[in-house]
């Protein structure tokens, strides 16, 4: 029983900046790998950033050198800073999570709205 709950989306002007975070609560033992994703409308669902227990980030190249993905294990949180942000970048943010018990078990939050105007 994990829930995420995230949180920062907004409208804001090309070059603007955005800072997401997501909060697991729950039965958070052993989250392993944490990262966002997004999905525009009529588009699949890609994965934006990534960052490992251990601190190893991935990035879509899309969005390397603009986006900055952290952690607060104290807290459960991951974040997203969007920087240079660029209508392209338009779309509902999801957190995601790793969690490993029994199995590996994957958690979805909500998702936030990220607008960019041109």
């Known amino acids: 029983q994990v829930q995420l709950v995230e949180s920062g989306g907004g409208l804001v002007q090309a070059g603007g900046s955005l800072r997401l975070s997501c909060a697991a609560s729950?039965?958070?033992?052993?989250?392993?790998?944490m990262g966002w994703y997004r999905q525009a409308p009529g588009k699949q669902r890609e994965l934006v950033a990534s960052?490992?227990?251990?601190?190893?980030?991935n990035y879509a190249d899309s969005v390397k050198g603009r986006f900055t993905i952290s952690r607060d294990n104290a807290k459960n949180t991951v974040y997203l800073q969007m920087n240079s942000l660029k209508p392209e970048d338009t779309a509902v943010y999801y957190c995601?999570?790793?969690?490993?018990?029994?199995?590996?078990?994957?958690?979805w939050g909500q998702g936030t709205q990220v607008t960019v105007s041109s």
């Open positions: 960052i490992s227990s251990g601190g190893s980030t």
């Open positions: 729950g039965s958070t033992f052993n989250i392993t790998t």
């Open positions: 995601h999570v790793f969690i490993v018990a029994l199995t590996i078990r994957g958690y």
